[in-house]
């Protein structure tokens, strides 16, 4: 068993065809593939779940390009063309930023399990995945990833938002 593996020992079988799909976009020793490389069509089943990101430098925030259906219908509406900011909500934002700058900086892998909400999410939970893709210019600045959605009603004593519950893998060390 690999490093990657055993952190991800617990994580739905999709998420880690989610990271092979992103590791079969690396050509030669690339740590981070660029986005053209990426081939959404090697885990065709997750389409629906899938999710794309680009940081805009001109006003610091991640800007949605594209959504799956279920990303959608879990946020209540499309996510296509709104900041991180405005998805996200105020309180949980700058967490999440820090994070997501973690993924393009490092950069890493993040892998969140389903025992992680945001604030503002009541009725889902969701264990995702976020990998970092670089631009044409090769600055890495899209987050791509998936969420896998459960719809459940939260008991806030048990399940606190943005609690951490996330492991992150250098891309570096992932083979």
Known sequence: MT???????????????????????????????????????????????????????????????????????????????KSLAQIVGPVDYPTVLKRWHMITNTPLVQYGTARERLTEQTTQQAERMLVPLKDTSGATSYVLGVSLYRYVNFEPVHIPPLSGNIVRIACADIG
């Not at 020992?9 to 880690?16: G, H, K, M, T, V």
């Not at 006003?59 to 219908?73: K, M, P």
Request: net charge positive; with cysteine; aromatic share 12%.
């Open 3 to 81: 490093s990657t593996q055993a952190h991800l020992s617990d994580a739905d079988p999709r998420i880690l065809d989610f990271l092979n799909a992103w590791r079969a976009a690396r050509r030669g020793n690339e740590t981070v593939p660029l986005k053209k490389n990426f081939d959404p069509m090697r885990a065709p089943t997750l389409l629906q779940f899938m999710w794309l990101y680009r940081f805009e430098p001109s006003n610091g925030n991640f800007l949605c390009h594209l959504a799956g259906e279920e990303v959608n219908a879990a946020w209540g509406y499309s996510i296509k063309g």
